[in-house]
């Protein structure tokens, strides 16, 4: 049996401020603030290893799940860390979501390594919950301070993914850099470069924590669309 695996507790914000933050179908509501728990995904894992860098033969499996290991120390004792995997084993898509959907005052994370046409680089976020927005604006702002350079960004992507849209609570997908580019392949095979990037995602998480949607912009349009499946066309 598929199980989370609690890694570090916190306060969580605690004191009055807190907000009690429920899961919810369509996520038609602004940003949370005051949430006790953080789902950590590192994409891929097991027989799946994701993108595989031609430069350095490094796998995305093992390059997410290092970059999610530091981001929750990074969290550690400032709110509770739960990994969605902390070894080399594989997790279908829909498992991740079920599991993710099951708790109340929590926010996930799914972090990635990219692939494309060579010359492609940067850092993407992608959201589709309305409630994501806010997070995903955060985490964007915060991937683009470590890029060497301002234009190397693919910049934030409202898409339906499975693990952008299916989960019942606020959710996004980080894609860190791409493997398929020489230069970016190799700064993210350098694990002072993994720590800044997990840097800005925890830094991103606990600002959306401490302050909600305050300064990300006004919320997008909710839109009524059905959960993400393996069968829909690419980039519905």
């Not at 890694?7 to 009690?20: E, H, K, P, R, Y």
């Not at 997790?91 to 993710?100: E, F, G, P």
């Not at 791409?178 to 230069?183: A, E, V």
């Not at 349009?221 to 980039?235: E, F, L, Q, Y």
Request: glycine share 12%; proline share 7%.
């Amino acid at each position: 049996m598929l199980a989370l695996f609690v890694t570090s507790c916190g306060s969580g914000g605690g004191g009055a401020d807190t907000v009690s933050f429920k899961r919810d179908y369509w996520g038609h509501r602004p940003g949370p603030k005051g949430f006790t728990t953080v789902i950590l995904d590192a994409g891929h894992g097991g027989k799946d290893p994701g993108a595989v860098s031609r430069t350095t033969g490094a796998q995305e499996k093992a390059l997410a799940l290092d970059t999610a290991d530091r981001v929750r120390k990074k969290l550690g004792g400032k709110v509770k860390v739960v990994m969605m995997r902390s070894g080399d084993n594989f997790v279908d898509l829909d498992d991740r979501v079920d599991l993710a959907s099951k708790r109340d005052g929590a926010i996930l994370v799914s972090i990635h390594y990219n692939a494309g046409p060579s010359h492609l680089k940067g850092p993407e976020t992608y959201w589709w919950r309305v409630d994501s927005h806010g997070l995903a604006t955060r985490m964007q702002r915060g991937l683009e301070k470590v890029v060497p350079r301002p234009h190397d960004s693919r910049g934030q992507v409202r898409r339906r993914l499975r693990l952008t849209r299916n989960p019942n609570i606020p959710s996004v997908l980080v894609e860190c850099g791409y493997l398929s580019n020489p230069s970016e392949a190799r700064m993210c095979n350098e694990a002072g470069y993994r720590d800044k990037l997990a840097s800005a995602i925890a830094g991103a998480i606990l600002d959306q924590q401490r302050m909600g949607d305050s300064g990300t912009g006004p919320l997008p349009k909710p839109i009524n669309a059905p959960p993400s499946r393996p069968t829909d066309a690419p980039g519905s």
